[in-house]
């Protein structure tokens, strides 16, 4: 597709149980991005890739988050024992190399209960 | 002190309406500045892109940006129902992350 595809769309998970996120960039893109969007609050940078490397981990919440992107364009964001508090919508984000501008997927709406 | 804010509103105005979307910063690094809009339960999508200080227009939409007060703003004029979003306001001092505003939910009845 020609945009950012995120997946699964939804996911609800009970407490304690671990969770993988998947993200596919637009094609060509080498920057990929992160965020997470609680109810009522902005956009929350987690992690930033370049290539497959990731320059900038600063926002990633605790040790039970983690991220990886291999070849250079999927990644997948896992979280380990999930808490309430993870409930929130998860957005993946792509540019081209030192651009400014990112293309975002529609997310993951993860629930934990 | 968060380092970008933005009135989360909401904003209510009627149709035709000219709107004003305001956002402050604190870092003086920034140089790119972003608007964008999200429709419910779908990814923010780029709106307008402005690099330094001055004033860009694109059909309806218009972003300001002032440097020197730290200040940016939206613009949209003749207001349409299809405009009722939540607006985010994002910006970074180079290529790297954006720092996103809390967003102005924004409903523009007919």
């Known amino acids: 597709g020609a945009g950012v595809s995120q997946s699964p769309s939804n996911k609800v998970t009970e407490k304690g149980k671990d969770v993988e996120l998947r993200c596919d960039p637009i094609s060509g893109h080498t920057a990929l991005y992160w965020y997470r969007q609680s109810l009522g609050q902005g956009l929350e940078f987690l992690i930033y890739f370049q290539g497959n490397s990731a320059p900038d981990k600063s926002g990633l919440p605790s040790d039970r988050f983690s991220a990886e992107r291999t070849g250079g364009s999927v990644s997948t964001l896992t979280i380990q024992r999930t808490q309430q508090e993870d409930s929130a919508v998860y957005l993946c984000?792509?540019?081209?190399?030192?651009?400014?501008?990112?293309?975002f997927g529609s997310g993951t709406q993860l629930s934990v209960l | 002190q968060k380092e970008v804010e933005q009135d989360p509103g909401p904003l209510s105005v009627p149709e035709g309406a000219i709107v004003s979307l305001n956002c402050t910063y604190s870092?003086?690094?920034?140089?790119?500045f972003m608007w964008y809009r999200q429709y419910s339960r779908k990814g923010p999508e780029l709106l307008m892109y402005t690099y330094s200080s001055g004033n860009k227009e694109d059909g309806r939409f218009t972003a300001q940006v002032d440097k020197s007060s730290k200040y940016i703003s939206l613009f949209i004029r003749d207001s349409q129902p299809s405009d009722s979003a939540t607006y985010l306001c994002a910006m970074s001092a180079g290529p790297d992350k954006l720092i996103f505003g809390t967003g102005t939910r924004l409903q523009v009845f007919p």
């Open positions: 870092n003086s690094a920034f140089q790119y």
């Open positions: 984000a792509s540019s081209l190399k030192n651009e400014e501008k990112l293309f």
